[in-house]
């Protein structure tokens, strides 16, 4: 495979940061895909409409801030910020709500706080955030069933129109509860094997969601394989998760399965895209693994006891947060040192 | 202290050192009850009221207080003219008085209130002192008026919504929908959208006031550095 063969060990130039994003576009296309083959062809509008905003809105901003247009542009950060958006908002967000995700991202949460590097939150994660608390309804209600569950799926220009169109009447018929949602609130007062028979689950774990996920982690061990990102932050993240399901969740009649938590809302998209932001994650090794875990527990907590089915960008930001004070804990090693004053010895060589 | 002109109180209470934007003083109040615009004009009329009154009775006192026990004092004058204010609002815009609820009481706690009092209106003569009040009062209108209205209109899509709470009937319908099915945006209704209304006041502030001092340097003639000569520097600045 052509991918592979200027992979890792012998790589040691350093890579300029417009080919990481464009490793990362690349990376996220199988889970583009298979949300496309399963949820029709919204994310895939989501996505194009959210690059082209925001490249647009950083072009616009840049020359307010007199910077040069053409050089920032061309590192692809924008665009890996309007890819990520495009993929966790729902499929029918109508093009305002995904329109004020990107123009918060980019303006507010990017270029405000001074542009590429500087920013110390996640920006696709304070757009997703500022929408999700704005317009609760529109961000709960317009996400598309799974295409096996549809008798006639609705075509590109069926989508088209109802993402763009004002009124949002007609998408009720293709829209469905996501199985985090349903299994939260129907949990409270049925059995599991009762919430179960909603076909949002499907036959496995989640229709549709189960194989978006896997895409995801696919893509996300090829960007690890690339050593575009280190395996510290994913498997912390996942590891965080899995332990809370394993200590408190053991009862399917009370919460969410393990298998749930792994397969179904924005796990792995989480995972590997979204918490591996290079400018607001953890510096050191051991301050990942540390960032990871806080993800991957504040993400059970919210989705078990918390107001929210999903919790990727909450617990995102809240980790943001918290990077200065792990990277003032967690220093690395520094080179003819012998070890580090704190942390585990020998393991983190920076 | 050296004495300020009647213009300096007023452009420094307006803009040059306005008590929400430059001071930022009294946030909480600024943050929790502009989500309206009569939300903010209730609560800053009636701060406007208490200013006046403290930085009055506070000037006309400060030859007899000793400086030890002048804030207790300040605190009581304050604490007085804010239930004078709360019993007026009860009586007269009584659903005004529920919304606002415990803001108006907490007008007491207001920074900017105790800072005048001690800042300026214990240094100054009355006059000047209800000048200050006035004008510091208004410059926290201002921007209470501002950012309620872009929080109303960004959250709700609607603009003037309840004067009559204030007003009276004749108000009733001042209401302006700028938008056809506005969907509620709830981010500009709860705190954290006053705090990022009030930031971008501040930059647009700041901003502006960037602008007009670079304007009146590049307004200013040069000809005083065009032909000397800097120190162990050869040659004429041009």
Known sequence: ?350 | MATKTNGEIIKDGLWHNNPALVQVLGLCPLLAVTSTVVNAIGLGIATLLVLIGSNLSVSVIRNFVSESVRLPAFVMIIASFVTCAELLMQAFTYELYEILGIFIPLIVTNCAILGRADAFASKNPPLPAILDGAMMGLGFLAVLVVLGGMRELLGQGTLFADMHLLLGPMAADWVVRPFDQYPDMLFMVLPPGAFVGLGLLIALKNGIDNYLSERRKAAEPVAATAGSKRVRVTGNIS
Request: aromatic share 12%; net charge positive; charged share 10%.
């Open chain 1, 1 to 350: 495979m052509a991918l592979v063969q200027q992979s890792s060990p012998h790589a040691h130039n350093a890579r300029p940061t417009s080919r990481v994003m464009l490793w990362v576009i690349l990376a996220a296309l199988p889970g583009l895909l298979a949300q496309t083959l399963f949820f029709g062809w919204g994310n895939l509008i989501n996505v194009v409409w959210c690059i082209a905003l925001a490249l647009a809105a950083e072009a616009a901003i840049l020359k307010l801030r007199s910077k040069p247009v053409a050089f920032f542009l061309k590192d692809n950060t924008a665009a890996v910020t309007g890819l990520l958006l495009g993929l966790s908002l729902p499929q029918f967000a109508p093009w305002w709500v995904s329109g004020i995700a990107v123009i918060t991202a980019i303006v507010v949460a990017k270029q405000l706080y001074g542009g590429l590097g500087s920013n110390p939150f996640n920006p696709a994660m304070v757009g997703y955030a500022l929408v999700l608390i704005s317009f609760p309804v529109a961000m709960t209600t317009n996400w598309a069933q799974a295409a096996t569950l549809w008798g006639g799926a609705p075509g590109f220009g069926e989508t088209l129109s109802s993402i763009f169109s004002a009124s949002q009447t007609t998408v009720d018929g293709w829209t469905m509860a996501t199985p985090l949602d349903e299994y939260k609130h129907k949990i409270a007062s049925h059995t599991a094997a009762e919430v179960l028979q909603h076909p949002t689950f499907g036959e496995q774990i989640a229709a549709g969601w189960e194989w978006v996920n896997l895409a995801f982690l696919a893509g996300g061990l090829l960007l690890i394989g690339l050593r575009i990102i280190t395996w510290h932050i994913p498997v912390a993240f996942l590891a965080g998760i899995a332990l809370m399901s394993l200590a408190f969740g053991s009862n399917p009649d009370q919460y969410a399965p393990l298998q749930l938590h792994l397969l179904a809302g924005g796990t792995m998209l989480g995972a590997f895209f979204i918490a591996t932001d290079p400018v607001s994650a953890a510096t050191s090794h051991q301050g990942k693994l540390i960032y990871g875990a806080g993800i991957g527990v504040l993400i059970y907590l919210i989705r078990s006891w918390g107001n929210y089915p999903d919790a990727v960008a909450f617990s995102v930001l809240l980790m943001n947060f918290a990077v200065p004070f792990i990277d003032h804990y967690t220093p690395p090693r520094t080179y003819g040192h012998h070890k580090p004053r704190r942390g585990l010895p020998g393991r983190n060589g920076g």
